[in-house]
């Protein structure tokens, strides 16, 4: 069975600009969930989706947003691009969403320059 | 105080040795907690995950959980080379159901 997926796996984008990351989970989850990763930290929560219903958001600006399409797949959105914004954007899939285990993609590498 | 605290490392241990990763977190409504194994340059894979005190074995790996103590460790027997990784320890918060986590511990394997 195939993982999750993500694309594209690098962007380059420069400040201001807007960028939409792209997630289809495992076949059969119907959850979710999108994290920040800067070097040398753990992931940082910024979404999750479960049946196309956003469940929980973390601690970042308006300027970040996701949906959840009726096949499960989903997107993040991330407007007037700050230098900062630069990180491995993952994305993870659960069965049920909620507290259960989370299977991540590979990831998009988004640079702002 | 973080919510979710490992110690950073490196953690350097013989090969054939058991590597113990250890993870502290605050909040006593948490109910699942997680052990991810991530690469340089990769992504978080799943290692083990434990919702009941206790200890829970797969393969090489044993996590053990203590609510009353709010710890959750990870030991990994018989350590080879190819784990070496950093380890990130991951919590259920109880609220709204985000994963909390961990800075990570490296963990080198010297042969």
């Known amino acids: 069975d195939a993982g999750v997926t993500q694309s594209p796996t690098h962007l380059i984008k420069t400040r201001g600009q807007h960028v939409t990351l792209r997630c289809s989970p495992i076949s059969g989850h119907k959850s979710v969930s999108w994290y920040q990763q800067v070097l040398g930290q753990g992931p940082q929560f910024i979404f999750q989706?479960?049946?196309?219903?956003?469940?929980g958001r973390g601690n970042f600006p308006d300027r970040f947003s996701a949906r959840q399409f009726p096949n499960y797949s989903s997107e993040l959105n991330v407007n007037a691009l700050l230098l900062g914004d630069s990180a491995l954007y993952l994305c993870?899939?659960?069965?049920?969403?909620?507290?259960?285990?989370?299977?991540f993609g590979p990831g998009t590498r988004l640079t702002v320059t | 105080q973080k919510e979710v605290e490992q110690n950073s490392g490196p953690l350097s241990v013989p090969e054939g040795a058991i590597a113990s990763l250890n993870c502290t977190y605050s909040?006593?409504?948490?109910?699942?907690f997680f052990w991810y194994r991530q690469y340089s340059g990769k992504s978080p894979e799943l290692i083990m995950f434990i919702y009941s005190n206790g200890d829970k074995e797969d393969g090489r790996f044993t996590a053990q959980l203590n609510k009353a103590s709010q710890y959750v460790s990870l030991l990994i027997r018989d350590s080879q080379p190819s784990d070496s990784a950093t380890y990130l320890c991951?919590?259920?918060?109880?609220?709204?159901?985000?994963?909390?986590w961990g800075a990570g511990t490296k963990l080198i394997i010297k042969p």
């Open positions: 991951a919590v259920n918060k109880r609220s709204n159901y985000q994963l909390i």
């Open positions: 909040d006593r409504g948490s109910q699942s």
């Open positions: 993870a899939s659960s069965p049920e969403g909620g507290y259960y285990e989370q299977y």
């Open positions: 989706y479960y049946e196309k219903e956003e469940r």
